[in-house]
């Protein structure tokens, strides 16, 4: 299967080639009719550059490429032990052995063929100490060794260079995943205390573990998310064998994350969306060179309307410091956004606020115009269902998962097309229009563009919109919101459109006291 993926305006197509994974000739595939215990992958695991896979029979698979190699530790017996789990990072595979502990060798170390088995990889590892302890009833440990300070591991992910993993007794550690010198002890685990509340009288437990790349984040059963960085355990890695050395921050608290029903966290490079219980997500941080990372729409495009901060001569938005916007999953939304952002470049009365907030060439942004907007549209998009869902019953857009990578994100949603078509009909009424008139489909009024800057954004803006109808023609979708007003009015003898058709683009008062220039009331 091909695919053809657009990275950004401007950017180069892509043709990516999708591969199916395969196993070695003397491992048949599990199929419908036959269930292979060696094939049947019941967990996968992917990292950069490769992928990890637990089959049913306890054998773990590693794939750089697109046939499997079954892993074999050269220095870890796993014959009458069990692997629980296996994890891929970014420039680490791993596994969970009972017994044993958090095994872990570089994704691209060179792998050698087992005598044995010609379809196994023979590879060097380094276990992570103190890891092997497994709790049993009645059993007894002596309290002094590290195995019983550490407790059992309950939950491990890979960063780059470094692993962190939570316990039973819960206690969040980290480990510098270096391979050290045979002749050489390897360093302990190092306990993160930075996590635990600063009083005894407060309850720590921790519910899950997530992260990648760079960042993590801790839950807790209280309804707690705690963030972590690759730059905060570097700073505990420092104090451990440094005393003089600047002491580690404490974990990032995002108010809005805090008792939120927040129940994963999909990190990217820069980026990071958070999903809760109700089937939303919300996004954080920066969309890169206009990758669409954050799903907010272009930096160069509609995205500043969301919040997007962009830096001049720069495709790069970035959203506020612990700033989160909602992403839009209805055509229709975006819609509202595309014409609102017309108004802001083209019509007189609100060019000049728009200018604050999507600025022309030479001009840069108002980080208090682009704060508030971004509040405005949040506030607004979350009333979209208003009047059709009820509180508490599922939207019509339900986020089951999402994930990132990269400068990428990708989510599994769960659409009610019936429901979300009520919600559009909502925003949409009749409305007369006389053949040949100067409105466009939108319902707004064009104006004659004199300015050199205004003609390439109309450019910019056509060619975009051309490429949005391919797309979703290519994915059998309607062609356009044009398309979708059409059908709707057949047999109604008037034309549609939208509720906003006719509303200005707002004029909004600002965090610092101050208001938006323009001639309109300022917009509640």
């Avoid at 840069?364 to 869902?389: C, I, L, N, P």
């Amino acid at each position: 299967m091909t695919r053809t993926v657009r990275r950004g305006p401007g950017r180069p197509k892509v043709i990516a080639q999708a591969r199916k994974l395969t196993f070695p000739s003397a491992y048949p595939p599990t199929t419908k009719e036959r269930h292979e215990p060696s094939t049947a992958i019941s967990h996968f695991s992917t990292g950069r550059a490769h992928i990890l896979g637990l089959a049913d029979d306890g054998k773990v698979w590693q794939w750089n490429a697109e046939e499997a190699r079954m892993v074999k530790p050269l220095h870890v017996d796993v014959t009458d032990k069990i692997v629980t789990r296996v994890v891929a990072g970014w420039d680490r595979a791993s596994m969970f052995v009972n017994g044993t502990g958090i095994v872990y060798w570089p994704h691209d170390t060179p792998l050698r063929v087992g005598n044995a088995e010609a379809d196994a990889i023979l590879i060097d590892t380094a276990t992570v100490p103190g890891t092997s302890f497994i709790r049993s009833r009645g059993g007894r440990i002596n309290p002094d060794t590290l195995e019983a300070c550490i407790g059992q591991v309950t939950n491990h992910i890979l960063l780059e260079n470094y692993i962190v993993f939570t316990t039973d007794l819960n206690k969040v550690f980290m480990y510098h995943a270096t391979f050290p010198l045979p002749n050489l002890d390897p360093p302990a685990p190092i306990e993160l205390t930075a996590f635990y509340p600063s009083s005894s009288n407060s309850q720590f437990e921790i519910r899950d573990l997530q992260g990648s790349f760079r960042s993590f984040a801790i839950f807790t059963k209280s309804g707690s998310v705690l963030m972590g960085s690759r730059t905060m355990l570097e700073a505990f890695q420092a104090s451990t064998y440094d005393p003089t050395s600047p002491g580690p921050s404490h974990p990032t608290v995002i108010p809005a994350l805090q008792n939120n029903s927040v129940t994963s966290i999909a990190f990217g490079d820069h980026h990071f969306q958070a999903l809760r219980s109700d089937g939303t997500i919300v996004a954080y941080g920066a969309d890169p060179q206009s990758s669409g990372a954050l799903g907010l729409g272009f930096p160069i495009g509609t995205g500043p309307l969301r919040g997007l901060m962009v830096g001049p001569f720069t495709s790069n938005g970035t959203l506020g410091r612990n700033v989160g916007r909602q992403v839009w999953f209805d055509p229709w939304m975006h819609g509202w956004l595309q014409e609102m952002r017309e108004k802001a470049r083209m019509e007189g009365e609100a060019k000049a606020r728009g200018n604050m907030i999507i600025p022309r060439e030479g001009q840069e942004q108002s980080d208090a115009a682009v704060t508030a907007m971004g509040d405005y549209f949040e506030r607004e998009g979350r009333k979209w269902e208003d009047g059709v869902v009820e509180e508490g019953d599922m939207g019509s857009y339900f986020v089951l998962k999402v994930a990132a990578a990269g400068w990428h994100t990708a989510a599994l949603v769960l659409v009610d097309e019936e429901q979300a078509e009520r919600s559009r009909q909502k925003h949409v009424v009749p409305d007369k229009v006389e053949s040949g008139s100067e409105n466009d489909h939108h319902g707004g009024t064009w104006e004659d563009i004199d300015a050199p800057w205004d003609q390439l954004s109309k450019a910019l803006t056509g060619v975009r919109d051309c490429i949005w109808r391919l797309g979703r023609r290519f994915l059998g979708l309607v062609d356009s919101d044009k398309e979708i007003k059409e059908e709707q009015g057949k047999g109604q003898g008037d034309k549609i459109k939208y509720t906003w058709s006719d509303q200005p683009f707002p004029r909004l008062r600002m965090g610092n006291g101050e208001v938006m220039p323009g001639e309109i009331e300022i917009t509640e």
